[in-house]
């Protein structure tokens, strides 16, 4: 099939107006002020919150 008619440049680029990136929210973590991800465990040091810690394997052993 092959269109009828050429599409304008404003109606392909009004369509493709959601497609643009969005840029990624980094939030600074309170113990290590590394930057990581809202709602998930530091990749540095693995503090989530007060109550939860997580233990990171370091790479050396």
Known sequence: MVPKKKMSKTRTRTRRSHHALRPVN?????????????????????FVNSSITLKIASDTE
Request: charged letters at 15%; glycine letters at 10%; proline letters at 10%.
């Open 26 to 46: 980094y939030s600074v973590c309170p113990k290590c002020d590394h930057a990581k991800l809202p709602h998930a465990a530091c990749g540095n040091c693995g």
